[in-house]
């Protein structure tokens, strides 16, 4: 059974750094895209940024670019690495799966970025 579990959220200070993790299960995450998504409050969720599974080419957001760094780690772990955080990039923060025709979500982790 495909699990997420996002982890690492928190409040931070504008110009501060944060971690974000992804605990997976039921299946193998190098072997398949995983992305970051999030969601502020009153907007829609909007796409972060993803690795692909074979090659692990990561693409990402305007907004974050050179900020963020998506990676795949040692466990079937995916992390969000994030640095000089911005108030806007205050969100609930979701990781996703696309695995045999069905989208995965964890829960979220919330980000707050408030000085």
């Known amino acids: 059974q495909v699990q997420l579990v996002e982890s690492g959220g928190g409040l931070v200070q504008p110009g501060g750094s944060l971690r974000l993790s992804c605990a997976a299960s039921?299946?193998?995450?190098?072997?398949?895209?995983m992305t970051w998504y999030r969601q502020a409050p009153g907007k829609e969720r909007e796409l972060v940024a993803t690795?692909?599974?074979?090659?692990?080419?990561t693409k990402y957001a305007d907004s974050v670019k050179g900020r963020f760094t998506i990676s795949r780690g040692a466990k079937n772990m995916l992390y969000l690495q994030m640095n000089s955080l911005k108030p806007e990039d205050t969100a609930v923060y979701y990781c996703?799966?696309?695995?045999?025709?069905?989208?995965?979500w964890g829960k979220g982790t919330l980000v707050t970025v408030s000085s």
């Open positions: 039921g299946f193998t995450i190098s072997s398949y895209a």
């Open positions: 690795i692909t599974g074979v090659g692990g080419t």
């Open positions: 996703n799966t696309y695995y045999y025709g069905v989208h995965y």
